[in-house]
T-cell receptor, first 113, second 112 residues
Framework: GESVGLHLPTLSVQEGDNSIINCAYS??????FIWYKQESGKGPQFIID?????DKRQGQRVTVLLNKTVKHLSLQIAATQPGDSAVYFC????????????FGQGTTLQVKP | DVKVTQSSRYLVKRTGEKVFLECVQD?????MFWYRQDPGLGLRLIYF???????EKGDIPEGYSVSREKKERFSLILESASTNQTSMYLC???????????FGPGTRLTVL
């Protein structure tokens, strides 16, 4: 079946360092990918998205990289801050233009002061 | 900014009670979704709706029903709550021509 997964359940980084969170997807027909941030007790918050016709997209302190050859997605956070501590998960739109998203399990980012 | 609101942040109900979870979005979005989120299982789609009075089953619809009488409101109903429905419930909406889903703050439901 379709699945989206992350390589590491927990990532611990020092404040000020860059963070890289990885995601593998399985459906080669997916043409849209999105990263969410979820703080404890809150709903997921949109961070950044990318379409399959792009390899890279940058936002404010965040960059998403897409490697379609190996079906890999990554989220890079520059100069990680304590407020970045949260669960991050990726999602893909799968095939069939259903409007649904397929979500990964999530990686917990811990920022050490 | 898209705003998705959910009627309660925390809810405690007893087994067998009928439970209503309400979700409202203010962006005139056609698509709305209900998920539950459990540790180790991620987000699982319960039901979704493409438009008013339309509904589609998601991956885990058993024990739930939904109602979409108005475009801005999507309700999740637990006809007879059970303890295994204790979970975080998340509502999302999606606008036309985009795959981006925007989430509400979630309702933490505990069934005793």
């Amino acid at each position: 079946g379709e699945s989206v997964g992350l390589h590491l359940p927990t990532l611990s980084v020092q404040e000020g360092d860059n963070s890289i969170i990885n995601c593998a997807y399985s459906n080669s027909a997916s043409d849209y990918f999105i990263w969410y941030k979820q703080e404890s007790g809150k709903g997921p918050q949109f961070i950044i998205d990318i379409r399959s016709n792009m390899d890279k997209r940058q936002g404010q302190r965040v960059t998403v990289l897409l490697n379609k050859t190996v079906k890999h997605l990554s989220l890079q956070i520059a100069a990680t801050q304590p407020g970045d501590s949260a669960v991050y998960f990726c999602a893909e739109n799968g095939s069939g233009n259903t409007g649904k998203l397929i979500f990964g399990q999530g990686t917990t980012l811990q920022v050490k002061p | 900014d898209v705003k998705v609101t959910q009627s309660s942040r925390y809810l405690v109900k007893r087994t067998g009670e009928k439970v209503f979870l309400e979700c409202v979005q203010d962006m005139d979005h056609e698509n709305m979704f209900w998920y539950r989120q459990d540790p180790g299982l991620g987000l699982r789609l319960i039901y979704f709706s493409y438009d008013v009075k339309m509904k589609e089953k998601g991956d885990i619809p058993e024990g739930y029903s939904v109602s979409r009488e108005k475009k801005e409101r999507f309700s999740l109903i637990l006809e007879s709550a059970s303890t295994n429905q204790t979970s975080m419930y998340l509502c999302a909406s999606r606008g036309p021509g985009t795959d981006t889903q925007y989430f509400g703050p979630g309702t933490r439901l505990t069934v005793l």
